[in-house]
């Protein structure tokens, strides 16, 4: 396992050097004068960058900080305005070499206009104009990793190493800060793990009532006796819908009745994937079992409305937030062993039965999800219960928002101090 430099520790360090106090006093000491930080993402739309884009700029708003959100924009702006954090618009998804050097100049204009602290890139083709704005500008440069990128060949690999030249490299799960280290040396000193989080008030069962739920299933026409699956991620390949869809199809052939598979994730449309997953549903004759109903306009009432979440992965993803809230939802999670390392969801025989938050299984292979499926649902309902209340109790203690929160202006003030 690759050594990894963690916030803690980073805030460890900050009390170490002349800071005596607790980290958090330190952090504050440090960020006496406000940060500014600017952030580049290709939209601010759905997945993980973009979410992850909003959640920075409310921790940094909340503590008296600014934040420049550079991107093409998208459906969640309003979220991100209500964090205080300012909206630049630019082109910053192009792969275009020529596009990404003129963003360059356009970004290193604004890091002067600005004053910016800190430039933080969450995704790669942003990274390429932010790296080099920030290297002219001289002004410390932060990645965020939330998923192991494909590296298929000597161009991608190069393409993909912008992501690993941070002053900073964070990754949000351990099993992404042991790929980044083991494909580029000499990183692990700079790596940081941050693992997503979420708000755990948002997300509690306790706050939705039977008529939301309802509301939820009615709007994807499941009758009320039927044991709903959710299925979480983006309708991309590497969110491996495909392998669900082999599962149901090996479930109907073993006789197992009154389910259905919910699929909520966002289809931008923009391969040929949503398409082929149709025709396989077709081919399977799973369709009366299958639902693609797209993002859900009330998430918690649309956890507690399934009887279990599956994130059927076939990419090394990071602590994915849907994972998340389902767990903060108290709903049993199967997840395929790219979805979710160990240190997100407990599962045997990793762990002994009585503190299973979910089970697991081997990615592309829908008979082991099929039999965890099965296990699940033959299970008695205290049984379940038991899972889903283990698992938002795990959440509650390892992701809450507070704690991320400290961690990343943690990393930050260390970022600024270094400049001073």
């Not at 006093?25 to 004068?33: D, H, L, M, Y």
């Not at 009615?218 to 669900?244: C, F, M, N, P, Q």
């Not at 389902?326 to 390392?341: E, K, Q």
């Not at 002994?352 to 697991?360: H, K, N, P, Q, Y």
Request: aromatic share 6%.
């Amino acid at each position: 396992m690759a050594t990894i430099s963690t916030v803690a520790r980073l805030a460890d360090d900050i009390s170490r050097r002349g800071f005596p106090d607790a980290p958090a006093a330190a952090v504050a000491q440090v960020t006496a004068r406000a940060l500014v930080v600017l952030i580049a993402v290709p939209t601010i739309e759905a997945g993980a960058a973009d979410e992850g884009a909003i959640e920075l700029a409310r921790i940094l708003g909340a503590n008296g900080h600014r934040t420049i959100v550079v991107s093409n924009g998208g459906r969640l702006e309003p979220m991100l305005t209500a964090t205080g954090a300012a909206l630049m618009r630019l082109d910053v998804a192009s792969r275009n070499p020529v596009v990404i050097l003129r963003n360059a100049f356009v970004l290193k204009r604004l890091i002067a206009q600005h004053r910016c602290t800190v430039v933080h890139a969450l995704a790669r083709a942003p990274a390429w104009s932010a790296f080099i704005a920030a290297r002219m500008a001289r002004v410390p440069f932060v990645t965020t990793w939330y998923n192991g990128f494909r590296e298929q060949n000597a161009f991608k690999r190069f393409y993909n190493s912008v992501m690993a030249r941070g002053d900073r490299v964070i990754a949000v799960t351990d099993q992404i800060a042991d790929t980044i280290a083991a494909r580029y040396r000499g990183t692990s000193g700079r790596i940081v793990v941050v693992p997503s989080h979420i708000d755990v008030d948002g997300f509690d069962p306790a706050r939705v009532t039977p008529q939301r739920v309802a509301a939820v299933r009615s709007a994807w026409d499941v009758e009320a006796d039927t044991r709903t699956i959710l299925v979480i991620g983006r309708i991309l390949r590497r969110k491996g819908h495909h392998v669900v869809v082999r599962a149901a199809s090996r479930l109907k052939d073993m006789g197992l009745r009154d389910f259905t598979f919910v699929f909520v994730g966002e289809d931008h449309g923009q391969s040929s994937y949503s398409g082929e997953l149709w025709d396989l549903v077709l081919a399977t004759r799973t369709s009366d079992v299958i639902r693609i109903a797209g993002p859900p306009d009330d998430p918690p009432a649309a956890y507690s409305a399934a009887i279990a979440v599956v994130s059927p992965a076939i990419q090394l993803e990071g602590s994915q937030r849907s994972v998340l809230e389902a767990m903060a939802m108290a709903r049993p999670v199967i997840t395929s062993d790219l979805a979710a390392g160990p240190e997100i969801v407990l599962a045997p025989p990793a762990v002994a039965e009585d503190r299973m938050t979910g089970l697991s299984f081997r990615s592309e292979d829908e008979g082991e999800l099929a039999a965890a499926l099965i296990r699940l649902l033959s299970a008695p309902e205290s049984t379940r219960l038991a899972i889903g209340r283990r698992g938002r109790e795990r959440v509650i203690a390892h992701f809450a928002a507070e704690d991320a929160a400290t961690r990343m202006l943690a990393l930050y003030a260390e970022l600024a101090r270094s400049r001073t």
